[in-house]
């Protein structure tokens, strides 16, 4: 029955946002799905085993990594951070992940027998203080700082002056600009920046179309219900 509960425990997580309540979502599995879950409390600890594993793997491949870049992006006061490394070789105990990775999106192999680049969320909070340029720096340190934890929860120093010192690439939309101008502070190595401008099209496109009979519902690249209007994507 374990990997039944294993299934049923990422289903939750991917379809949570459908679901108020865990006795609701408990009713709508199948018999044998609700059986191998017991328990809202083995719910609980299945989920948080996953979460740890998570960690694990993502202190492993930072680990072995090259070079490293940082995005992030807000939703009202969280901020999900997400990092990026290089691998030039996987040790042994890594030789599993791959396939893993390529389905589930994080790990794409550029060749034959590498190199790969690694994607991993590392920090998914809301914001402790104020949604600025400096608490937003200090987001990125602390996500950093927690990614570099061992199995015991203490800092593996010599990893974290490497991920540190080998950071070399921002990316974000256009909210974040001054982000990576005080970012190399912590990351002294940060020179390279990607921008992601679609938010200031969207804004640009709410702003030059106005009110008017000439826009319809018809038109499939708008979402007519909002006002302004804004491009769907």
Same mark, same amino acid.
Request: hydrophobic share 40%; net charge neutral; aromatic share 6%.
């Given at each position: 029955m374990g990997y039944r509960a294993v299934v049923a425990a990422r289903a939750f997580l991917e379809t949570f946002g459908s679901f108020h309540s *865990? %006795? $609701?979502? *408990?009713?709508?599995?199948?018999?044998?799905?609700?059986? !191998?879950?017991?328990?809202?409390?083995?719910? =609980?600890?299945?989920?948080? #085993? +996953?979460?740890?594993?998570?960690?694990?793997? #993502?202190?492993?491949?930072?680990?072995?990594?090259? $070079?490293?870049? *940082?995005? !992030? %992006?807000?939703?009202?006061? #969280?901020?999900?951070?997400?990092?990026? #490394? *290089?691998l030039w070789s996987l040790p042994a105990c890594l030789q599993h992940l791959p396939k893993h990775g390529q389905q589930e999106g994080w790990l794409q192999e550029l060749g034959p027998r590498g190199p790969w680049v690694i994607e991993r969320i590392i920090g998914m909070q809301e914001f402790p203080q104020a949604m600025d340029c400096e608490?937003?720096?200090? +987001?990125?340190?602390?996500? $950093?700082?927690?990614?570099?934890?061992?199995?015991?929860?203490?800092? %593996?120093? =010599? +990893?974290?002056?490497? $991920?540190?010192?080998? +950071?070399?690439v921002w990316c974000s939309d256009g909210a974040d600009l001054q982000v990576p101008m005080a970012a190399p502070a912590s990351f002294p190595g940060l020179k390279f920046y990607a921008w992601d401008e679609s938010h200031s099209a969207q804004r640009m496109g709410a702003n030059s179309m106005k009110d008017g009979d000439e826009i319809t519902v018809t038109d499939t690249l708008l979402v007519t219900g909002k006002r302004p209007y804004s491009l769907a994507t």
């Open positions: *865990l %006795d $609701v979502w *408990l009713g709508a599995l199948g018999g044998e799905e609700r059986q !191998a879950f017991e328990s809202a409390w083995h719910c =609980k600890r299945l989920v948080t #085993t +996953m979460a740890h594993y998570e960690r694990m793997q #993502t202190h492993r491949l930072l680990r072995e990594g090259a $070079v490293f870049r *940082l995005e !992030a %992006d807000g939703l009202e006061r #969280t901020y999900q951070v997400e990092i990026g #490394t *290089l608490g937003k720096v200090a +987001m990125l340190e602390e996500c $950093v700082r927690r990614a570099c934890q061992s199995a015991s929860g203490e800092i %593996d120093a =010599k +990893m974290h002056r490497h $991920v540190r010192e080998q +950071m070399r």
